[in-house]
């Protein structure tokens, strides 16, 4: 029986950093994958998703008169290129930095025999610490399993053509990603979302800029609306995408908490049962790649004796649609939940030079700050460069900066980011490029 000090279940975005940090420290490691090195997120999710993301930009129509496009778009082609030269790339460069780092990877399906005891292949490891990081699948209700119409974002993948239409059951991120990929490859798309609009619980003023968008490209879009029979939808084929459940069959039987299969954990990632620990979508904090290989980064360090736990507030968002969205912090609606009293600035990108330039003038910034303070609360954005401007909101959030600050900042021309500066101008009621705001006459 080989002994270890970390034997991680699952080499996902948590499991996989989770090793390696572990061996950094100086924690004899092991990492159990029984399938592919890097999860759902490597394999069918994050990145598939947004290498066909980008795909669509190749394909759409040139923002410049003097700029005629004649392309094709071939599914297979597509997914096999995705395949060989993303995929198998990105997961071969996860092998190496594993062999480099002294991590042993063994190929199996790990099994909780006892704590401090891991089978895997008929082979029992002993280890000091068990991390459980098998993530989730997709949760489709026994009504629909064995329906031919449906597919996931997982089984995607496996088709050889796209249908001609399709309806998406499911307005969260998820769902609206595929269907602004699949509409921009000239699929007839449907969305079907229970709640009264899109992206459940991301500000209502940016997420109806979208729905306004997707409405103009041909997209339907029925809310309030629940599915029952996928014969009603009319289309070829149905994505269900409402959500995924917790990979947490095999770990039943142990004694853990659990609630609807996910592993209750604190912020330092422990269960209820010593030297176990949960990270990734197992524990039902956040589904989202870059929270879960912060969790295995500050696991361990924690397994390695340093007093540090997981921080969830200011979480940044992206939302691959087309335009992107990107938030953090609190939404107008939760700000005036609280009861604060909030200033908005905003900034069209019809404001600033570089949209001009980019042919990329829809999108809008939108900036929450404490009224008295001008203490920055939340931004949300729309339009391009979204995804990644959304870290200055981050930090600002983060570090509590107020408007104010962030004007003594040097922003480039011409650049997107340009849309903060003058949204928080706005703020400070003395903005450059936006015209004043009319007083109120009392």
């Not at 592919?36 to 069918?44: D, I």
């Not at 209750?264 to 929270?291: R, S, V």
Request: aromatic share 6%.
């Amino acid at each position: 029986m080989d002994n270890y000090d970390v034997v991680i279940i699952g080499g996902g975005p948590a499991g996989y950093p989770c090793a390696i940090r572990c061996s950094q420290n100086g924690l004899k490691t092991a990492l159990i994958e029984k399938d592919q090195l890097g999860g759902t997120c490597l394999n069918r999710g994050c990145i598939p998703t947004k290498s066909l993301f980008e795909l669509t930009n190749q394909v759409e129509k040139s923002t410049c008169d003097g700029i005629i496009k004649n392309t094709s778009f071939d599914w297979e082609k597509s997914v096999e290129w995705i395949k060989s030269k993303v995929i198998t790339r990105l997961r071969t460069g996860l092998g190496f930095l594993l062999k480099v780092n002294g991590v042993e990877l063994l190929n199996g399906e790990g099994k909780i025999k006892e704590p401090g005891v891991v089978e895997v292949n008929g082979k029992e490891l002993r280890t000091k610490n068990i991390v459980i990081a098998t993530g989730s699948s997709p949760s489709v209700p026994s009504i629909f399993a064995n329906d031919e119409k449906l597919i996931t974002s997982d089984s995607i993948w496996a088709l050889k053509k796209l249908p001609e239409s399709i309806t998406i059951i499911g307005g969260g991120f998820i769902g609206c990603e595929f269907a602004s990929i699949l509409n921009s490859f000239g699929l007839k798309v449907s969305v079907y979302e229970m709640t009264e609009g899109l992206l459940p619980g991301k500000d209502r003023e940016i997420v109806q800029a979208m729905e306004k968008i997707f409405v103009q490209r041909g997209i339907n879009i029925a809310c309030n609306t629940r599915v029952s029979n996928l014969s009603d939808t009319g289309t070829e084929k149905a994505l269900w995408s409402t959500g995924r459940r917790a990979n947490s069959e095999n770990f039943s039987n142990l004694g853990l908490k659990m609630e609807k299969g996910i592993i209750t954990t604190d912020e330092k990632m422990k269960t209820n049962i010593g030297g176990i620990y949960a990270i990734g979508d197992i524990n039902g904090k956040y589904p989202l790649a870059y929270i879960a290989t912060r969790e295995g980064e500050v696991l361990a360090d924690v397994l390695a004796g340093r007093d540090v736990k997981m921080d969830y507030k200011n979480i940044p968002d992206a939302i691959f649609t087309s335009p992107v969205i990107a938030s953090c912090g609190l939404t107008e609606e939760q700000a005036l939940s609280e009861g604060r009293k909030i200033k908005i600035g905003r900034c069209p990108y019809q404001a600033i030079g570089r949209a001009y330039a980019s042919g990329k003038t829809t999108g809008l910034t939108k900036i929450i700050a404490d009224a008295d303070t001008h203490k920055i609360l939340g931004i949300h954005i729309i339009g391009q460069e979204a995804t990644e401007l959304i870290h200055i909101a981050a930090v600002a959030i983060s570090k509590e900066m107020t408007a104010g600050e962030l004007t003594e900042i040097y922003f480039c021309h011409p650049t997107f980011s340009e849309s903060i500066l003058e949204a928080v101008l706005e703020i400070e009621d003395r903005p450059i490029h936006l015209p004043p705001k009319k007083s109120v006459k009392k």
